[in-house]
T-cell receptor
Framework: GAGVSQSPRYKVTKRGQDVALRCDPI?????LYWYRQALGQGPEFLTY????????KSGLPNDRFSAERPEGSISTLTIQRTEQRDSAMYRC???????????????FGPGTRLLVL | GENVEQHPSTLSVQEGDSAVIKCTYS??????FPWYKQELGKRPQLIID?????GEKKDQRIAVTLNKTAKHFSLHITETQPEDSAVYFC???????????FGQGTILTVHP
């Protein structure tokens, strides 16, 4: 079946603009995660959803970052008033469940490469 | 919060040799430890994982060991091949849900 998809794949924006990044998880996956990955580094947790509920947003860097998953499927990560330091690869991942067993495996999307000029 | 340390940062081996990558974690509540392989320009792909109720798991040329007491786990790749060349990330996750904390990554190069 189809894997996790993200759009756009590349986004170039000017400092101060708002951007919205979309994640389409694997169908039926309950849990959805957003990570940020700097070049040469491991993914860094941003936020997590269980169905439509945002369970943990402790990794969001500041209040310019927000995320939603209104119907428990597609999620949007929004960055307001972008700054150059926001430039990174933004990845989402989904898993069948969150709490245990084989369903905990996270499958990553291809990412959105964000460049803020 | 959880902190995961990964060593070495780079590893160079000859084809056919074994490769070992080690990680330590800090949070005793962590009970799920996946390993991801990331090729250049690609997404991270799960290659093997282990849960805290087992000490070792094997899948063909890949094995992972876990020492809960010492809070460390290792990835072992035997009979390495050039296509094993990639960046490998370890990660740890707590019991309650799937938030992953990743190590810094190991660049593995397998020379033909």
């Amino acid at each position: 079946g189809a894997g996790v998809s993200q759009s756009p794949r590349y986004k170039v924006t000017k400092r101060g603009q708002d951007v919205a990044l979309r994640c389409d998880p694997i169908s039926g996956h309950v849990s959805l995660y957003w990570y940020r990955q700097a070049l040469g580094q491991g993914p860094e947790f941003l936020t997590y959803f269980n169905y439509e509920a945002q369970q943990d947003k402790s990794g969001l860097p500041n209040d310019r970052f927000s995320a939603e998953r209104p119907e428990g499927s597609i999620s949007t990560l929004t960055i307001q008033r972008t700054e150059q330091r926001d430039s990174a690869m933004y990845r989402c991942a989904s898993s069948l469940t969150a709490s245990g067993g084989l369903g905990k495996t996270q499958y990553f999307g291809p990412g959105t490469r964000l460049l803020v000029l | 919060g959880e902190n995961v340390e990964q060593h070495p940062s780079t590893l160079s081996v000859q084809e056919g040799d074994s490769a070992v990558i080690k990680c330590t974690y800090s949070d005793s509540a962590s009970n799920y430890f996946p390993w991801y392989k990331q090729e250049l320009g690609k997404r991270p792909q799960l290659i093997i994982d282990i849960r805290s109720n087992v000490g070792e798991k094997k899948d063909q040329r890949i094995a992972v060991t876990l020492n809960k007491t010492a809070k460390h786990f290792s990835l072992h790749i035997t009979e390495t091949q050039p296509e094993d060349s990639a960046v490998y990330f370890c990660a740890a996750s707590p019991t309650s849900y799937g938030k992953l904390t990743f190590g810094q990554g190991t660049i593995l190069t397998v020379h033909p």
